[in-house]
């Protein structure tokens, strides 16, 4: 319920913080697994964020240095924190989401994976697709599922809740 400031003002609840939580909290986890996937392959740690990076800047990108890498950073930051405010919209008004939110928020986590890696961003960006090895895009699933929706279906029944 709403507060009443002075002269009938209405304050707003301070509900999406836990949604901005969730999401950047989700897309650091998830770069750093991406990191860590692609470290073991001898790939340098800033090639991950400048690769999204490069959906805007393209190849120049890979030639930036740690600006390049932390715009990239805040790039997926914001898209993932875009896409769950999306979420949040369809939790508000369908029960089929609050009953199952850890299931469906695996499974959103999972489609925007796919949605983003496997369908935009080939068709929009230059550069800085998703892998193509079986083992990379299980593991690109996997943390988008875990990392990135249940968080942000835990964070949204959280909204829902006060």
Do not use: K, N
């Amino acid at each position: 319920m709403p507060v009443l400031l002075a002269h009938g003002v209405e304050r707003p609840h301070l509900r999406t913080p836990w949604v901005l939580l969730a999401a950047v909290t989700g897309a650091v986890l998830d770069l750093g697994v991406a990191v860590l996937f692609w470290a073991a392959e001898g790939v340098d740690p800033l090639r991950i964020p400048q690769s999204i990076a490069a959906w805007f800047l393209g190849r120049a990108a890979y030639d930036g240095d740690t600006s390049t890498a932390l715009f990239g950073v805040l790039a997926y930051t914001a898209l993932v924190w875009l896409l769950a405010h999306l979420y949040l919209a369809a939790f508000r008004r369908h029960a089929a989401l609050r009953r199952h939110p850890l299931r469906v928020g695996a499974l959103f986590g999972a489609s925007m994976y796919v949605a983003v890696f496997h369908v935009a961003v080939p068709l929009l960006a230059v550069e800085g697709g998703a892998p193509s090895r079986p083992d990379g895009v299980l593991v690109c699933l996997l943390a988008c599922a875990g990392l990135i929706g249940v968080p942000i279906a835990w964070a949204c029944g959280r909204v829902l809740r006060r």
